[in-house]
C-alpha cells in the first residue's frame, strides 16, 4: 500500500511539473537548427540576396524560429517573417515551414502556381507529403523525408549533402 | 526499503524540476540533429539505436507477494498449514538492474544486463513461532541481441527480432537461518536459476505522431540443468503496449501482460519438499495477466526517466504459492 502512495504522490509531482515545460523547447530548436540546414543545402535557380524564411506556426512557437536570426554561427544573415495568412506567403520568403494545425493553409498553398520556394512541414502534419521536405518523428528522434517529385515541380535543387541524410520518396521521377 | 525509494523520487522530481535551457543548435550537422533524442517513449525490451549510439540504464523495482492461493483462489495460511509445517506469508522483492547497449549498426543492437537482487520472506510455523529468510546479491545476467529485419520507407512500422542468452551468474546456494538451523533456502530464494537460457521474442512496433503501438512476445527456455540437478520451467510472455506522448517530453504508457510459467524439473536434494511450499517444484510456475501504468519523461542531455505500477488482475497458479501483489518499477537512461 506504501509504495502505491509514493506512485501516485510522483505521478502527481511529474504532472505539476509538466507545466513547467509547456512546450517542448528542444524539439522547436531542433526544427529552427533543421531549416538553417535545409536553407545551407539547397540551390535556387533565380533567389534575390536576401535570405528569408517564413514560418507558419503560433506566436509561441514562432519564437523559436527567430533565434535563428540571432546565431553565432551563421555566416549568411537570415531573416524569419511570421505568416498568417497565404497572401502574405506568396510574396515573403525563399522557404516556408508550416508548423502544427496548419494542414488547410499548406494545402492551399500547394494549389498556388508558387515556385522557387522550399516548403517545410512540420511532422505533425497530416497532409505532409504536399511539402517538398517533412520533418520527421522516427522513434526518439527527429528526421526528415524529401518527396524529390515536389522537389523538381519546383525548381530548386537540393544538395547531395541534404539528400544523402534524407529519407527520400518518389524518388522514381 | 521505503526510505530508500522516497529518497530515489525526490532525487528524480528535483531533476526533472531543472529547467531546459535555450541552446542555439545551427552548429550542429544535418546527421548530428537526427541524432538528438526530442521525443520520449521506446519499448524497454525490444528497441534498437542509432549506428554507435551507446545506452545506459538503471533499472529499480519493487514488488510484494502477500496472500496466499491455490490455482485463481486465495487460500488462508491454515490451509497451507495443513498440509505444511511452515507457510510463508509475505514476500518483497527489491532488484536492481545494470543494463548497457550499443549499436553496431541501424539495425543491430547489442545489450548486456546483470542485475543485484535483495529478497526477503516472512513465514510462521505450525507453532505459530514466526521468522524472515533473506538473500542478496549478483542475479543472473543476458548478453542480447535486437535486430530490425523489417522498417516501412517511413519509418513508421517496423519488426524487430529480440535474442537473449541468460547467463546463471546469479547463486543457486543460497541458506538462511531457520527454525532448523542454517539450511539451504528455497528456488524461490535463490538469487539466479543455476542454467543458461535462451530467450527468443519478437516485436512489431507501430509509430504515429502521438503514440506508439507495440505488440511483442517472448520464450525462455533453459539449456542445461543446473548443479543442483533441477531446471526451471519454461516461460512465455505476451506484451501489448500502448504508449502516448502527452507532451513532446512526456509519455503516458500502459501494458497489458500475459505470462505463463512451466513448473520446475528435477528438485533440489538440499531441499525438504513437505516442509515449506517453496520447498516443493509442484508449487512453481502458472499464468498470470497483468496490467501496467507508467509516465516516462525525457530529460537534457538525452537522460529519460520512467515510472510504472503493475498490478495482477488474473492469476492462476500452480500448487500453493505466495500471489503476485503489486509492483513498482523506476528507471533511468542515458543515451550517449
Given amino acids: 500500500m506504501r509504495i502505491k502512495i509514493f506512485f501516485l504522490l510522483f505521478i502527481n509531482s511529474l504532472l505539476f511539473s509538466s507545466t513547467l515545460y509547456a512546450n517542448n523547447e528542444q524539439a522547436y530548436q531542433v526544427k529552427a537548427a533543421y531549416l538553417y540546414q535545409f536553407f545551407k543545402y539547397t540551390n535556387w535557380s533565380n533567389k534575390n540576396e536576401a535570405n528569408t524564411i517564413g514560418v507558419f506556426a503560433e506566436k509561441d512557437i514562432q519564437k523559436y524560429f527567430t533565434l535563428i536570426e540571432e546565431s553565432y554561427f551563421l555566416k549568411n544573415k537570415i531573416t524569419i517573417y511570421s505568416i498568417n495568412n497565404i497572401e502574405d506567403a506568396l510574396k515573403c520568403c525563399d522557404m516556408i515551414y508550416f508548423g502544427p494545425n496548419t494542414e488547410l493553409k499548406l494545402q492551399q498553398l500547394t494549389q498556388t502556381k508558387l515556385s522557387g520556394v522550399v516548403i517545410v512541414a512540420d511532422d505533425s502534419l497530416t497532409n505532409g507529403h504536399l511539402a517538398m521536405i517533412q520533418l520527421h518523428k522516427k522513434g526518439t528522434k527527429l528526421k526528415f523525408i524529401v518527396n524529390s517529385y515536389n522537389t523538381l515541380s519546383q525548381n530548386i535543387e537540393l544538395s547531395s549533402r541534404l539528400l544523402r541524410v534524407a529519407i527520400k520518396i518518389n524518388t522514381d521521377v | ?336
Wanted: with cysteine; hydrophobic share 35%; net charge negative.
Fill in chain 2, 1 to 336: 526499503m521505503n526510505k530508500h525509494l522516497s529518497l530515489f523520487l525526490c532525487l528524480l522530481f528535483l531533476l526533472i524540476s531543472n529547467p531546459i535551457k535555450a541552446q542555439d543548435l545551427t552548429s550542429l550537422s544535418l546527421e548530428e540533429l537526427g541524432e538528438i533524442d526530442v521525443f520520449p517513449g521506446t519499448v524497454l525490451d525490444t528497441h534498437i539505436h542509432q549506428k554507435n549510439d551507446m545506452m545506459f540504464a538503471l533499472y529499480q523495482s519493487y514488488s510484494e507477494m502477500d496472500s496466499l492461493g491455490r490455482e485463481t483462489k486465495n487460500i488462508s495460511i491454515n490451509d497451507t498449514l495443513s498440509q505444511y509445517m511452515v507457510s510463508p506469508t509475505h514476500m518483497s522483492m527489491r532488484m536492481t538492474m545494470f543494463h548497457a547497449m550499443y549499436a553496431y549498426s541501424d539495425n543491430l543492437t547489442f545489450a548486456f544486463m546483470t542485475h543485484f537482487m535483495d529478497m526477503s520472506m516472512k513465514h510462521v510455523t505450525r507453532m505459530k513461532q514466526e521468522f524472515t529468510t533473506q538473500s542478496q546479491g549478483i542475479g543472473d545476467s543476458a548478453i542480447t541481441l535486437n535486430y530490425l529485419f523489417n522498417e516501412s520507407h517511413n519509418g513508421k512500422n517496423h519488426w524487430i527480432m529480440h535474442t537473449s542468452f541468460i547467463i546463471p551468474t546469479g547463486s543457486i546456494d543460497e541458506k538462511g537461518t531457520t527454525p532448523l538451523g542454517y539450511v539451504q533456502l528455497p528456488y524461490a530464494m535463490q538469487l539466479g536459476q543455476g542454467s543458461y537460457q535462451l530467450k527468443l521474442g519478437m516485436d512489431y512496433t507501430l509509430s504515429q505522431q502521438n503514440y506508439i503501438v507495440s505488440a511483442n512476445f517472448f520464450a525462455q527456455s533453459p539449456i542445461n540443468t543446473n548443479e543442483a540437478n533441477y531446471k526451471v520451467g519454461d516461460s512465455f510472455s505476451a506484451n501489448l503496449t500502448y504508449l502516448y506522448s502527452l507532451t513532446n517530453i512526456m509519455s503516458l504508457d500502459a501494458h497489458i501482460n500475459y505470462m505463463w510459467q512451466n513448473s520446475i524439473s528435477g528438485f533440489d536434494e538440499r531441499l525438504n519438499s513437505n516442509i515449506v511450499p517453496t520447498a516443493n517444484t509442484n508449487n512453481y510456475g502458472g499464468k498470470n495477466l497483468n496490467i501496467n501504468v507508467g509516465v516516462s519523461w525525457l530529460l537534457p542531455y538525452r537522460n529519460k526517466i520512467s515510472v510504472s505500477y503493475v498490478k495482477p488482475i488474473w492469476q492462476n497458479i500452480r500448487g500453493i504459492q505466495l500471489q503476485k501483489n503489486e509492483q513498482i518499477n523506476l528507471s533511468w537512461e542515458i543515451t550517449l
